[in-house]
């Protein structure tokens, strides 16, 4: 079965400082796609990124980066000079592909950031 | 291009009624799947439709249902409401070769 851990359950950071969202996954498959949503107080899940298994290229995007390690079965996100609309939880999550087709996220528990001023 | 939309935004319901979700896809999206989360649960996959099939379903009892119409906007019925149904619905789609997912602004859907 497929599994995603967000061991940090909460973080809080001064504006500016730099932080880590660590993921940890499990999985048999040897093709799949890992994901990194946000979600602020309004409920709307906002996709961030997409890697799939084959793929391990560090990618950076403005003040979002990601570490895609296969080795560790990890997937880490990090804000860089966090700022206060940063302030969400964060979910990663991991693509179940069937045999058939079909998309099945199985999702982490999330990780609450507060960045404050 | 629009966004996933679903209606209603907030739903309040009584145990043992029924209760229907809307989700429209963004245009061009064929599947469309659902969600439930609970603080308790987190994010629990309901089920998946394409092409007005259901193609994958998550460990959910039956009185939670869903359909697709033809022109991909999905329906979700959940019948004999309970308490623990209550929670926050959402619907996401996505095009097939790219398994990106892109998510509505849910249904808080409460149950008393």
């Known amino acids: ?117 | 291009k629009a966004g996933v939309t679903q209606t209603p935004r907030y739903l309040i319901k009584t145990r043992g009624q029924q209760v229907t979700l809307s989700c429209s896809p963004i245009s061009g999206h064929r599947s469309v799947s659902w969600y439930q989360q609970t603080p308790g649960q987190g994010l629990q996959f309901l089920f998946e439709y394409f092409s007005e099939t259901q193609r994958n379903k998550g460990n959910f009892p039956g009185r939670f249902s869903g359909r697709q119409f033809s022109n991909s906007r999905s329906e979700m019925n959940v019948s004999t409401l309970e308490l623990g149904d209550s929670a926050l619905y959402l619907c996401a789609s996505s095009l097939e070769r790219d398994r990106e997912s892109y998510f509505g602004p849910g249904t808080r859907l409460t149950v008393t």
């Open chain 1, 1 to 117: 079965a497929q599994k995603v851990t967000q061991a940090q359950t909460e973080i809080s950071v001064v504006e500016k400082e730099d932080v880590t969202l660590d993921c940890v996954y499990e999985t048999r498959d040897t093709t799949y796609y890992l994901f990194w949503y946000k979600q602020p107080p309004s409920g709307e899940l906002v996709f961030l990124i997409r890697r799939n298994s084959f793929d391990e290229q560090n990618e950076i995007s403005g003040r979002y980066s990601w570490n895609f390690q296969k080795s560790t079965s990890s997937f880490n996100f990090t804000i860089t000079a966090s700022q206060v609309v940063d302030s969400a939880v964060y979910f990663c999550a991991l693509s179940e592909l069937f045999t058939g087709g079909g998309n099945k996220l199985t999702f982490g528990t999330g990780t609450q950031l507060k960045v404050e001023l």
